[in-house]
Nanobody
Framework: QVQLVESGGGLVQAGGSLRLSCAAS????????MAWFRQAPGKEREFVAG?????YYADSVKGRFTISRDNAKNTVYLQMNSLKPEDTAVYYC??????????????????????WGQGTQVTVSS
């Protein structure tokens, strides 16, 4: 069982930055693929970034967001720069135990997610 707790969300002006953190419980954190998803009001949840042996990004955030992880601290981060109003959403941390066939498609597939965090709100004002 893995519990995920996000933090770091808030209100920021367009062009600003935020860093989200996701703290995971459990001793096998390093074995999990970790990802961030987001869900804007009235829209479906979508993949943002993922970390496995490599890192993966949605086209909409590539070059602006960076995912990283500290396995010693059981924490995954999402550094978000040059934020835009369209980045406004609830951001969710996700963990997947999938071991093979890791691609951006499999990272983005919510059917592969084993655990979800509760979400943290990010609001970008124009």
């Amino acid at each position: 069982q893995v519990q995920l707790v996000e933090s770091g969300g808030g209100l920021v002006q367009a062009g600003g930055s935020l860093r989200l953190s996701c703290a995971a419980s459990g001793r096998t954190f390093s074995r999990y693929n970790m990802a961030w998803f987001r869900q804007a009001p009235g829209k479906e949840r979508e993949f943002v970034a993922g970390s496995s042996w490599s890192t993966y990004y949605a086209d909409s955030v590539k070059g602006r967001f960076t995912i990283s992880r500290d396995n010693a601290k059981n924490t995954v981060y999402l550094q978000m720069n040059s934020l835009k109003p369209e980045d406004t959403a609830v951001y969710y941390c996700a963990a997947s135990g999938k071991e093979t066939g890791i691609t951006i498609a499999t990272m983005a597939n919510m059917a592969n997610v084993d655990y979800w965090g509760q979400g943290t709100q990010v609001t970008v004002s124009s």
